[in-house]
C-alpha cells in the first residue's frame, strides 16, 4: 500500500467527563478524509471516545479506505520499563497488561493512581510514577519528582530528547500530565488493535496495514497553533492543523518520517515528525490563501470628456472593474450556507452512487414481463436502503425491496406495493410494466466527475445537500466580504439621543448597515464622524484597516464640509459620478489605502436607492460571487406618470391586486415611502408616459438579497 486515504489526530485526556457545550481538556479528534478536513470531534469522556474510534476505523475500512491514526500521548516507556514490569521487552505486553489492571467509567472515575502505585512497587526506591492530587493519598506513588533515582530505566525517551518534549511519560500530576494520559489511553489501544487489519508503527509491520496507529506530539507545530485566532478551542485547532499537516504530506514524504527513528523505536515508541517540526508547521498552515490585489486608484475613472453618464454606462464600467478582494478559506459543509463558492465542486461520486429503487415494492428483470396476469416466484432476503442483499435474481422471480434500496443484481424493474398480491412464496400482478418503472439509475442527477456547483454561486441550503451528496465535507470558500458604513455630519445624532435643534437622527447607519447584512456580508459599524477634516480622515483610516468596502453617506459633494469628496479627492482617488438618476445625486467613488469607497448620498432616499442599484452588484463582484443583476417582472401600472427624457427614475412601489402602486409623494425626504414601499418601478431613460394599466418594470426589495 501506499499513503493514506485518511488521517485522524486524537487529543487525549486523562480527565473527568467533561459537559455537553464544547470544551478546553476534553477528548477532541481532528479528521481529514480523501484530502478534505472534517469538522474536528469532540467526545466527553474517554468511554464515548473509544466507541467512537472503533466506529470509525470500522466504517472507514469498509469504506476502502486507509487510515492513519494519531494519538498524543506516549506508546512506550524508556528502554528496560517493560521487561521490569512484564518480564518481556516487548512494549505491547504492557499494553495488555495495563489494560488487564485499569479500570474507567462514563464519569471518567479511574483507578490509575491504585495500578501506578502496583507498578512502582516493583521498583527499587520511590517512583518512577510521581505526582498526585494531595500528599497523604498512594503512598506508593511520590507527590514530587525530588529523590526518584531513574536508573533502572531513564526519566525521558529517546524520542522525547528529539522532539525537545518537556515532560515524561513518568508524571501523573500537574500539568502536563502525559503520564496519566498514557495510564488511560494504552489500555483503549491495546482494544483497537485487536481489530482486523490493525498496526502499530513502530512495533509491527504496518506497510501493508489497512489501519495504522501512531505517536504525534501537537508541541511539534505550535507555531502553527499560535497563528490561528483565539475563536477556536486550542484543542480542536491542534487536532485539525496536525491531521492537516499530516495528511498534507506527500506519501513518500510521510513514509519517509515513518522510517527515520532512532534505535530505540522498537522498545520505547517514536514521535512521529520528532525532528522534523518545520516541515509540519509549514503543512499544517496548509496552502497559501491567495488575496486579490487591492483596486487601483483610477478604477472609478471616467472616460475623458464624459460628464452626465448614464445608468446603464455607469453599471457596464463597474461590471468591468470590479474584481474579487477577498481571499479563501475551507469551512465545514455545515457551515457554508450563504458563503461565496471559490472552486468548483465537482462529484466524488455519483448521486445516486448505485440504481436504487423509487419505491417499496418488488424487483425482478423487466425482459420477462409481458401483458397480462404475471405470477414470480420470490427469491429469499429483502434490499432496503443501506442494507442491500448479495443474491442474484434470475428470469421469472422477484424480490422484495423496499424505498431507496440498491436493485439487487439482475433487478431493473420494480413493480409497486399496492399493484401486487402475494402468497405461497410468489407475487401476482398485471402487466406489461415499461423495463426500469419505479427504479432510479445510477448517477441520473450527478455523474461522479462531473461539476456539481460552480465557483462564484451563493451557497444555498439545496446547494449544501447536493455537495454532500456527492461526497463533500468541506468546501472552498471566498472570506465574506467586510463591509463599513459611516455616516458624516455635526447635524447627526444617534437614533435615540437627544437632539437639538437643526439636528437629525442618524436614519442612514441602521439602515445601510441591515441592509448590507441582509447581502450576506459582515458589517462593521463605524458610527459618525463630525464635520472635521481629521475627524473623518481617521474614520476613513480605521475603516479600511477593518473592512473590504466602505460605504459613507453625506460629505460627498463639493461644499466647505464635504469632507468624504474633499479627503478622496486630496489623495488622488476621486471620481465623482454625475449619474443621469433620480433619486441621486453625484455618486463620489474612490479608494482609500486600497479599499473602495461609496459616497452616497446623505438623503436616505438616495443612499437606498443608490447602494441597490450600485453598490450592492459591485460588492457582489467583490465578494467573489460575479456581477449582480436583480430580478425584475412586468406588471400593469397602478398610477399615472410622466416624466422628461434624460434621467432614469426609480419610484417607490408595492403590488397590490396584481398592478404596481407608487408612494404618493416622490419627494427624496420622505423615509416614509421607504418604510411603505416593497420594491421599486423602473422607468428607462426616455420620455415616458404611464398610464394606469400599462407595463411596467417592478423590482421588488428582495431581488437584491
Known sequence: MSGFDTVAVVDWSAGKRKPAAPSRDAIWIGVVQSGQEQAPVYCR????????????IDKEAKAGRRTLVGFDFPFGYPKGFAAHVTGSNDPLAFWDWLAARITDDEAGENNRFDVASEINRLFDGPGPFWGKPNDTAWPDVPYRKAGIDYATCAERRACDLVANASSSCFQLFFNPTVGSQALMGLPML?????????????????????????????????????????????????????????????????????????????????????????????????????????????????????????????????????TPVVGTETVPLMQATGRVLAADVAARRSNPPHPN?????????????????????????????????????????????????????????????????????????????????????????????????????????????????????????????????????????????????????????????????????????????ADDRATVRASLETAAQQANVILTSGGASAGDEDHISALLRDSGAMQEWRIALKPGRPLALGVWQGVPVFGLPGNPVAALVCTLIF???????????????????????????????????????????GRAEVFKSEGSGRISGLSWAEGLVELQDGAVHVRPGDPVRYVPFGSFS
Not at 469522556?45 to 466506529?55: G, M, N, P, Q, T
Not at 496536525?242 to 517514536?270: H, I, Q, V
Not at 442483499?389 to 433487478?411: M, N, Q, S, W, Y
Open 357 to 529: 429503487s423509487a419505491v417499496d415494492g418488488y424487483g425482478f428483470a423487466g425482459a420477462a414481463i409481458g401483458s397480462g396476469a404475471q405470477v414470480l416466484s420470490l427469491v429469499d432476503g429483502r434490499a432496503a436502503a443501506g442494507v442491500p442483499v448479495d443474491a442474484f435474481v434470475p428470469e421469472g422471480h422477484a424480490i422484495r425491496v423496499l424505498t431507496g434500496a440498491d436493485l439487487p443484481k439482475g433487478v431493473d424493474t420494480v413493480v409497486l406495493d399496492e399493484d401486487v398480491r402475494t402468497g405461497d412464496g410468489r407475487v401476482a400482478f398485471n402487466g406489461p410494466l415499461k423495463r426500469g418503472a419505479n427504479t432510479r439509475k445510477a448517477g441520473e442527477d450527478v455523474v461522479s466527475g462531473e461539476i456539481a456547483l460552480h465557483e462564484g454561486r451563493v451557497l444555498t441550503p439545496a446547494d449544501l445537500a447536493l455537495a454532500a451528496a456527492v461526497g463533500h465535507g468541506t468546501l472552498e470558500v471566498r472570506k465574506r466580504l467586510r463591509v463599513a458604513v459611516l455616516s458624516t455630519g455635526d447635524e447627526i445624532v444617534e437614533p435615540g439621543a437627544d437632539a437639538s435643534v437643526g439636528q437629525i437622527f442618524d436614519a442612514n447607519r441602521p439602515m445601510l448597515l441591515s441592509l448590507c447584512a441582509g447581502f450576506g456580508f459582515d458589517v462593521v459599524d463605524m458610527g459618525r464622524a
Open 45 to 56: 469522556s474517554r468511554i464515548e471516545a473509544e466507541a467512537w474510534l472503533a466506529a470509525f
Open 190 to 322: 491495546a482494544r483497537l488493535r485487536q481489530r482486523a487489519g490493525v498496526a502499530v508503527w513502530p512495533f509491527q509491520t504496518w506497510t501493508d496495514a489497512q489501519t495504522v496507529f501512531v505517536e504525534v506530539w501537537p508541541g511539534l507545530i505550535e507555531t502553527a497553533v499560535k497563528e490561528v485566532g483565539q475563536d477556536e478551542i486550542r484543542d480542536s485547532v491542534q487536532v485539525r492543523l496536525l491531521a492537516r499537516a499530516l495528511a498534507g504530506l506527500p506519501p513518500a514524504r510521510l513514509e519517509g518520517m515513518m522510517s527515520d527513528t532512532g534505535p530505540e523505536a522498537g522498545e520505547e515508541a517514536w514521535i512521529l515528525g520528532a525532528g522534523h517540526g518545520d516541515e509540519l508547521i509549514e503543512a499544517a498552515r496548509g496552502p497559501q490563501v491567495l488575496t486579490p490585489p487591492p483596486l487601483r486608484n483610477d478604477c472609478f475613472a471616467l472616460p475623458a470628456g464624459v460628464d452626465w453618464t448614464p445608468v446603464d454606462d455607469a453599471l457596464a464600467l463597474l461590471r468591468d472593474r470590479m
Open 615 to 657: 453598490a450592492r452588484p459591485a460588492m457582489a463582484a467583490l465578494s467573489g460571487a460575479g456581477w449582480f443583476e436583480p430580478q425584475g417582472f412586468t406588471v400593469p401600472a397602478a398610477f399615472e406618470k410622466r416624466k422628461k427624457p434624460g434621467r432614469r427614475e426609480y419610484l417607490r412601489a408595492r403590488i397590490r391586486d
